[in-house]
C-alpha cells in the first residue's frame, strides 16, 4: 500500500501539490543556472530571436511584394541592420572619446563653480583651505565623468561587438521558414503576436523620450546632444529604472559645460527629467503593462533575475523574456496558477 492509499483524498491532492511546488522551484533552480553557465551562447541565440520576431514582417514584405527571393531579402535585411548597428556604435565611440579629450575644459569650469561655492560658504572661519578643499572634489567629478561615459559606450559597444553570431543564428531562423504560417492560435503564434507588439509599442515610447531629450540639450547647446538622446532611446527598453539612469547619464555634463548658462541647465536638467518621468512611470507602465498582462512587481522582479544573469541585455530583454515564459506556463494546467501570479491574479492560486 503506497502513501497516497493510506491518505484521505484532500492530504492526497495536498502531497501532490507540495511535491510539484518542490520540483517547480528544483526546476527553476536548474534552468536558471544553465541559462547563466552558458549565457555566451545563449545571449546571442535569445537576441536573434527577438530580432526574427521583429525583422520578420520586413522580410515577408519583400518576398510578398517585391517578389524578391527569399534569401536575397534575408540577406538584404541582414546588411541594413549591420550597417546601421556599426554606424550608430562608430558614432558613440568617436563622440564619447571627443568628450573625453574636453575634460580639462570641463574640470576647470568645475573648479570654478566649486571656488566659488566654498568662498561662499567660507572655510577660512574654518582654518581650511578652499581651493585644497575644492580641488579634490573638481578632479573626483570630473574622472568619473569621462569613466562613466566611457564605460557605459563600452558596454553598448561589448554589446555590437557579438553582433557576427547574431547575425549567423539570426540568419538561420529567418531561413527557417515563413514566420506568418505560424498558427494564429498556437502558443508560438501568441508568443510572437504579444512580442512583436511590445517590441513597436516600446521602440515608439523609446523614440518619444529619445526625441525629447536630444532636442532640449541640442537647444541649450550642451555637448553630444544626440548621445544622451540615444541613450535615452536605449535606456527606456529598461522599465523604471531606465528612466531615471536616463535621467542622470547628462547631468554632470550639464552642470560643467562652460557655454551653459543657468536658465539653460535648468532647462536642460527639468524638461528632459519631467518628460522621462511621465513616460517612464505613467505612459510606458500603462501601455506595457496592458500589452503582455504582467504586474508592476513582476517587472521590477524579472529586471532583478535577468540582469543578474545576463547583465545589461538581461535588463533590455527582462520583459518580454517573463511576458513569453508567462504565456508558456498558461497554457500548462499544473502550472497555470504561476501565470496568474505573474499577472497579479491571485485569486485561482489562493484556492
Known amino acids: 500500500m503506497n502513501i497516497e492509499q493510506r491518505l484521505p483524498l484532500d492530504e492526497s491532492q495536498r502531497l501532490e501539490r507540495v511535491q510539484l511546488v518542490c520540483l517547480l522551484i528544483l526546476t527553476t533552480i536548474a534552468v536558471f543556472a544553465v541559462l547563466y553557465w552558458l549565457r555566451p ?85 574654518l582654518g581650511l583651505d578652499a581651493e585644497a578643499a575644492a580641488a579634490p572634489l573638481s578632479e573626483m567629478v570630473t574622472d568619473h565623468l569621462g569613466s562613466v561615459l566611457l564605460g557605459a559606450t563600452n558596454a553598448l559597444l561589448s554589446m555590437l561587438s557579438q553582433g557576427l553570431l547574431v547575425m549567423v543564428f539570426l540568419f538561420f531562423l529567418l531561413l527557417g521558414g515563413n514566420r506568418s504560417t505560424i498558427a494564429a492560435g498556437s502558443v508560438m503564434g501568441e508568443v510572437e503576436t ?7 509599442l516600446k521602440t515608439a515610447i523609446s523614440a518619444a523620450a529619445g526625441a525629447v531629450v536630444w532636442l532640449v540639450l541640442a537647444l541649450v547647446g550642451v555637448d553630444l546632444a544626440f548621445v544622451f538622446g540615444f541613450f535615452a532611446f536605449l535606456l527606456h527598453y529598461i522599465p523604471s529604472i531606465g528612466a531615471v539612469v536616463a535621467t542622470l547619464l547628462p547631468l554632470p555634463v550639464v552642470l560643467v559645460s562652460p557655454d551653459v548658462s543657468t536658465a539653460a541647465a535648468v532647462t ?42 545576463w547583465g545589461t541585455v538581461g535588463m ?35 484556492r
Open 268 to 309: 536642460a536638467i527639468a524638461v528632459p527629467g519631467f518628460a522621462q518621468f511621465f513616460i517612464g512611470y505613467f505612459v510606458d507602465p500603462k501601455l506595457s503593462g496592458d500589452s503582455l498582462d504582467l504586474h508592476p512587481v513582476t517587472v521590477l522582479l524579472s529586471l532583478m533575475i535577468w540582469g543578474t544573469l
Open 194 to 200: 504579444s512580442i512583436r507588439r511590445y517590441l513597436l
Open 41 to 125: 551562447v545563449m545571449i546571442p541565440l535569445v537576441l536573434a530571436g527577438f530580432l526574427a520576431i521583429a525583422l520578420g514582417p520586413v522580410v515577408e514584405a519583400q518576398v510578398r511584394y517585391f517578389k524578391a527571393p527569399r534569401g536575397i531579402a534575408i540577406v538584404a535585411t541582414l546588411l541594413s541592420a549591420f550597417l546601421f548597428l556599426n554606424l550608430i556604435g562608430g558614432f558613440l565611440s568617436l563622440s564619447v572619446r571627443q568628450l573625453v579629450t574636453e575634460i580639462p575644459v570641463y574640470q576647470a569650469e568645475l573648479g570654478r563653480l566649486v571656488g566659488a561655492f566654498t568662498g561662499s560658504v567660507g572655510f577660512e572661519w
Open 316 to 350: 533590455l530583454l527582462a520583459v518580454p523574456l517573463t511576458a513569453s515564459v508567462k504565456m508558456l506556463l498558461e497554457r500548462a494546467e499544473l502550472v497555470a496558477p504561476v501565470a496568474d501570479v505573474l499577472a497579479g491574479r491571485l485569486e485561482r492560486f489562493r
